[in-house]
C-alpha cells in the first residue's frame, strides 16, 4: 500500500518506561503527515492538558519519595547501626523490583486498562512508602521489605502514564507534553533531598521525611480518579478510533540484537545509569563525611545530622537537570542536519566530559566544598546532556512496532547493570577499605572517597559505548526510516525478517504486512 493508506500502527511504551533519571519519549510526529496535528482530538484539549498536569504532579511526588531515602542517609544509618554496603541495600532492592515488573506493568498496560491499574499501583506505593516510616531499629528486613514493595506501585505508574500522555496529543504537541513529563524527573529527585533533610530537621525525626510523600500522593490518587482519563490506544491518530499492532516477541528481540547502534547506545544508557545511581545516592553522605574530615563540622553521633548537603545537593540536581537535558535537546536539532550521528556523538562528550570532573570533585572535596560543588554542577550538567538524546537515538533507529520492546529491554539492562547495583558496589567496596584501619571520622571519608573512583572509570567507558553507537547509527536510522516510508526495498546487506500485522483496533480488514529489515 501507498504510505497514506496504511493505517497507522500503534506505538506503546509498554513496559519500555521507566526510573531513569529523565528520559524523553518521542511523539508519533515523524510516522503521520503533519496535517494530522489539526485533526480534532478524541478527548477536548482542556481535559487532556489536566490529565497532564495530574500525571506530571504524581511523577514529581514519585521522584522525591524516590530520593528522600538518600537526603536522609546519615540519619537512617544511625537509627539502624549499619554500615555503607547494607545501607545501600535499600536503594538496591528498590530498583531491583522496579526493573523486574515494569515489563509486567507494561504488558498490562497494553492490554487492559491502564487507569486501574495505575490506580491500583499508586495505592500500594502509599500505603508501602508511608509504612517505611513505621519501622522500629531491631526490624530493618521489613525496612527493606517495604522499599521492595515501594517499587512495585512506581513500576506500575511510570511504565503506563506515558502511554496515556501518548495517547492525548498528537505531533509537536505530544513532543512537549512528554517533555514537560520528564523534566519532572530531575526536579523531583532533587526536592527529594531537600524536602526529605528539611522535613527531618524540622520534626527531629527522619521518619517524618517518608510520610510527607505519601501524604501529598492521596492528593494524587484523588485527582487521578476524577481527572485522568484513559483513552483508546492511538488515540491521537485515529480520531478516537484506537489501532492495534503484532508481532513474534522472539523476533522483536532478534532484531533489536541486530540493531548496532541500539546495543551500543543501550550499553551507554547502563553506563549512564550506574553513574546516577551512584552519585545521587552516596555524594550527599559524601560531602558531608568531607566536611567532618576538614573538622568544619562535628561527627553525627545522634540523629537528625546536619542535612546543609542534601539541601545544595538537591538544589543543584534540580538546575543541572533541566539545564543539561535542554541543552542537549538544543544541541541535537543545532547540529542534526549537519552531523548525522551528532547524537551519539552529544552522549560520548557528556560522558567523557564527566570523567575528569568527577575526579576533581572526589579528590578536592578533601581540601575546598565550595569547589567540589563546582565541579559537582558541572558533572552533574554533563551527564545530564544524554537524557533526551538517549531516548530519540532508540525511538528513530527502531521500528514503531518494536519501540516498546526496545524501551523494555533497554530499561532492565540498564537498571539491572547500572543503578541497580552501584550504591551497594561503592557501599561495599567503602567498607571493605573502611576494615583495613581503625574506625576514625577521617577514615570513614576516605574509604567512601576511595570507592567513589570507581564512577569516572565507567563514565569513559560509557563514553566509549555511544562513540561505537555512532559508527553505526546512521545506516540503522535509514533502515528504520524507510520502513516508515513504507519503502520495501531492503538495505544492502539487510536480512529479511517475517511480517509485522498492523490492523485497526476495530478488527476491520484493513491491515498491513510490512518487511522489518534489519
Not at 539491572?416 to 571493605?432: E, K, N, Q, T
Request: charge should be neutral; charged fraction near 15%.
Amino acid at each position: 500500500m501507498e504510505p497514506k493508506d496504511r493505517p497507522i500502527p500503534r506505538w506503546s511504551l509498554g513496559s519500555g518506561s521507566s526510573l531513569r533519571y529523565g528520559s524523553f519519549v518521542d511523539s508519533l510526529s515523524s510516522l503521520t503527515p503533519k496535517a494530522q496535528e489539526k485533526e480534532k482530538p478524541a478527548i477536548s484539549p482542556r481535559r487532556a492538558y489536566v490529565a497532564v498536569a495530574v500525571l506530571c504532579y504524581i511523577n514529581l511526588l514519585n521522584y522525591a519519595e524516590r530520593y528522600t531515602i538518600a537526603g536522609v542517609l546519615p540519619d537512617i544509618q544511625k537509627f539502624f547501626d549499619i554500615r555503607d554496603s547494607t545501607a545501600a541495600l535499600i536503594q538496591t532492592v528498590f530498583i531491583s523490583s522496579f526493573l523486574l515488573l515494569a515489563p509486567l506493568f507494561g504488558y498490562l498496560g497494553d492490554r487492559y486498562n491502564r487507569k486501574y491499574i495505575m490506580i491500583g499501583g499508586l495505592s500500594v506505593w502509599l500505603v508501602t512508602a508511608a509504612g517505611s516510616s513505621l519501622v522500629t531499629e531491631s526490624y530493618f528486613w521489613l525496612l527493606m521489605l517495604l522499599r521492595a514493595m515501594v517499587g512495585i506501585g512506581e513500576a506500575s505508574y511510570s511504565t503506563i502514564a506515558p502511554t496515556i500522555i501518548g495517547d492525548l496529543f498528537v505531533g509537536t504537541q505530544r513532543s512537549i507534553m512528554i517533555c514537560v513529563f520528564y523534566i519532572f524527573i530531575p526536579v523531583g529527585s532533587g526536592l527529594g533531598y531537600i524536602t526529605g533533610a528539611g522535613v527531618a530537621a524540622l520534626t527531629g525525626d527522619w521518619r517524618w521525611a517518608l510520610r510527607i510523600t505519601p501524604i501529598l500522593g492521596v492528593v494524587g490518587l484523588v485527582l487521578l480518579v476524577f481527572l485522568c482519563p484513559n483513552p483508546p490506544r492511538g488515540a491521537a491518530e485515529t480520531q478516537g478510533e484506537g489501532v492495534t499492532g503484532r508481532s513474534s516477541y522472539r523476533e522483536d528481540i532478534k532484531y533489536l540484537l541486530k540493531n548496532k547502534s541500539y546495543v551500543w547506545s543501550t550499553f551507554g544508557v547502563t553506563a549512564t545509569a550506574f553513574l546516577t545511581g551512584a552519585l545521587a545516592f552516596w555524594m550527599p553522605t559524601f560531602l558531608s563525611r568531607a566536611q567532618v574530615s576538614q573538622g568544619v563540622r562535628p561527627p553525627c553521633v545522634k540523629e537528625p545530622c546536619d542535612a546543609t548537603d542534601s539541601y545544595i545537593f538537591g538544589a543543584v540536581t534540580v538546575v543541572t537537570g533541566i539545564l543539561g537535558a535542554c541543552l542537549g535537546s538544543g544541541l541535537s536539532r543545532w547540529f542534526g542536519d549537519r552531523v548525522p550521528n551528532v547524537d551519539p556523538l552529544i552522549c560520548a562528550v557528556g560522558l567523557l566530559g564527566s570523567a575528569p570532573c568527577l575526579f576533581i570533585t572526589i579528590f578536592v572535596a578533601s581540601a575546598n566544598i565550595p569547589t567540589t560543588y563546582v565541579f559537582i554542577f558541572i558533572c552533574e550538567v554533563l551527564i545530564s546532556l544524554n537524557w533526551a538524546v538517549m531516548a530519540d537515538i532508540l525511538l528513530y533507529v527502531v521500528i514503531p512496532t518494536r519501540r516498546a520492546t526496545a524501551e523494555a529491554l533497554q530499561i532492565s539492562v540498564g537498571h539491572l547493570l547500572g543503578d541497580a547495583g552501584s550504591p551497594y558496589l561503592v557501599g561495599a567496596i567503602s567498607d571493605a577499605i573502611h576494615k583495613s584501619k581503625p574506625v576514625t571520622p577521617d577514615w570513614s571519608f576516605r574509604s567512601l572517597k576511595y570507592s567513589l573512583l570507581v564512577c569516572p572509570f565507567v563514565g569513559i567507558l560509557g563514553g566509549l559505548f555511544f562513540l561505537m553507537s555512532s559508527v553505526y547509527i546512521a545506516e540503522d536510522r535509514k533502515a528504520a526510516a524507510q520502513l516508515v516510508e513504507g519503502d520495501p526495498r531492503p538495505q544492502q546487506g539487510a536480512t529479511s525478517e517475517p511480517p509485522i500485522e498492523l490492523s485497526n483496533g476495530d478488527n476491520s480488514n484493513h491491515t498491513n504486512n510490512l518487511s522489518a529489515n534489519i
